[in-house]
């Protein structure tokens, strides 16, 4: 998202606008052109809210943890109800964890509601609910009928994978006699069985039994993403990297784990779009597509994949002259992968965005008079603003001078392309690389809101406004710049 749509989300929201309220939430919830904050979401969401955005009580529900609402439960506890109501038992969890943590000051009303919620989230399979469900006194009915569950839950956390297999594997493979040998439909199944029937397949996955793909199988049909990317790996006998595994006998079925592995990926697994990029491309694959492998790319790389984020800025970067800001988009995914370690991202940021020396002009620029700033600042702010750029970002005389300030800004660097106005200017990006450095821009953005950059504006040309600066100069005792400029 541009920056000059998060202010104007931000303006609206601080107007009390419920709308700008709540996408400005999203926009932090998710990292969308800012950089990803959850607390501060969770002030914008729980504005909306608190305006009547039903919305807005299903995002915090969905995504904001009982660690972050404990501060400000009680404010909280209505929009994690209403959440409830709506069918979210992630919401039921949060509200019976911000209930039980303080009984005494809740109503009866509140307490009940709050045990429903504990109990629809542990059917639901979140473990945290269930081991809860398990230490509350007095639990009877379905509640004493869970206590095993909880037990299997522990041993699976412990990493007593033994134990686990050792009580799990009598209520698994009562599921698989259950399903269908003549390939009809598969049984229905509850969460808790299905996410039994994905660890028992994890931990048989080493031995390769019949018993690991057959539990794998089932639970991938009952919607676990974690045994639907492990199908379609098997199915492709590739691994979660993508290479070619020599150790599974028998011809890989692409087709097959093409449709699983999309399955996953829709849940939100980074590694089955990435392996499906790898398998778009193979030559032996009958539906091999390029374009579509890509898409498979971003898509990992959207959510998070470090090797895809890596591999879609090189291949932006070695494509830049197929696109117009293709430079600027291998800069973002170079620098999303950069800051998951990767080296080689860092190495080639420096190729792509290197930071540009200070020079005579930089020295000057990032040492003025204090007070013929102040005096700049009031009589002409634009110029005022475009030194500052010049300052933070190391800009040649000419850069500063005729750079569009509101196409430059890209959200994670600025682009500097002169060249239209200026015969010598080359088009170059400079990352925004600090808090600091946003904080400039975002304060010259706002002067030059409603102002026109271009050579017809009130900036006037390139000679005016080289004449202005000449002016504001000669104010200063630095004959070593006059001759510079002179030149």
């Not at 430079?327 to 992968?337: G, I, N, P, S, T």
């Not at 080689?344 to 540009?356: G, N, T």
């Not at 821009?441 to 050579?455: A, H, I, N, P, S």
Request: glycine letters at 10%; aromatic letters at 6%.
């Amino acid at each position: 998202m541009a920056n000059r749509e998060i202010l104007g989300l931000i303006k609206g929201a601080r107007a009390g606008d419920v709308s700008c309220q709540l996408a400005l939430g999203r926009v932090y919830l998710f990292g969308h052109g800012v950089p990803k904050s959850v607390p501060t979401a969770l002030h914008w969401l729980a504005r909306a809210a608190q305006d009547g955005s039903e919305e807005a009580c299903l995002l915090i529900g969905t995504h904001v943890p009982f660690e972050l609402a404990q501060a400000g439960a009680r404010a909280l506890i209505p929009y994690y109800e209403q959440a409830f109501d709506a069918g979210l038992a992630q919401a039921g969890l949060v509200l019976a964890q911000l209930v039980l943590a303080d009984c005494a000051s809740h109503g009866e009303a509140i307490r009940a509601k709050a045990r429903l919620g504990l109990e629809a989230a542990a059917r639901a399979g979140l473990p945290d609910a269930q081991w809860l469900l398990s230490r509350q006194d007095g639990a009877q009915g379905p509640v004493a009928q869970r206590g095993g569950e909880a037990w299997l839950e522990q041993a699976w956390l412990s990493g007593d994978q033994a134990g686990f297999l050792t009580h799990a594997m009598p209520l698994a493979r009562e599921l698989l006699q259950r399903q269908p040998v003549n390939g009809a439909r598969s049984i229905a199944l509850t969460p808790a069985q299905v996410l039994l029937l994905s660890r028992c397949a994890q931990a048989l996955a080493p031995t390769g039994c019949t018993e690991s793909w057959q539990c794998c199988e089932l639970a991938a049909h009952g919607g676990d993403r974690a045994a639907q990317l492990e199908l379609g790996l098997g199915y492709a006998r590739m691994d979660a990297h993508g290479r070619k595994l020599a150790a599974r006998n028998g011809a890989a079925n692409f087709k097959r784990a093409v449709r699983w592995l999309t399955q996953a990926g829709e849940q939100g697994l980074a590694e089955a779009w990435f392996v499906l990029s790898r398998i778009y491309t193979k030559p032996e694959f009958s539906q091999r597509n390029v374009v579509e492998a890509h898409c498979c790319l971003e898509r990992a790389a959207d959510l998070g994949h470090g090797p895809a984020q890596l591999e879609c800025g090189m291949h932006a970067w070695r494509n830049r002259r197929d696109g117009v800001n293709s430079d600027v988009r291998a800069a973002y995914w170079l620098l999303q992968a950069q800051s998951q370690g990767s080296g080689e991202a860092e190495a080639v940021l420096a190729k792509i965005a290197p930071r540009a020396e200070p020079g005579d002009w930089g020295q000057f620029a990032s040492a003025p008079n204090a007070a013929l700033k102040r005096d700049l600042d009031l009589s002409q702010p634009l110029l005022a603003g475009r030194l500052a750029l010049a300052r933070c970002f190391h800009l040649t005389r000419a850069e500063a001078l005729l750079l569009d300030i509101h196409a430059a800004d890209q959200g994670h660097c600025l682009l500097i392309d002169i060249s239209a106005a200026h015969g010598r200017g080359k088009r170059r990006l400079a990352l925004i690389g600090s808090a600091q450095e946003r904080q400039v821009l975002d304060q010259v953005l706002r002067t030059f809101e409603r102002v026109d950059c271009g050579l017809d504006g009130p900036e006037g040309n390139y000679r005016q406004r080289l004449y202005r600066l000449k002016c504001y100069l000669a104010e200063l005792d630095a004959p070593q710049e006059q001759e510079a400029l002179a030149a």
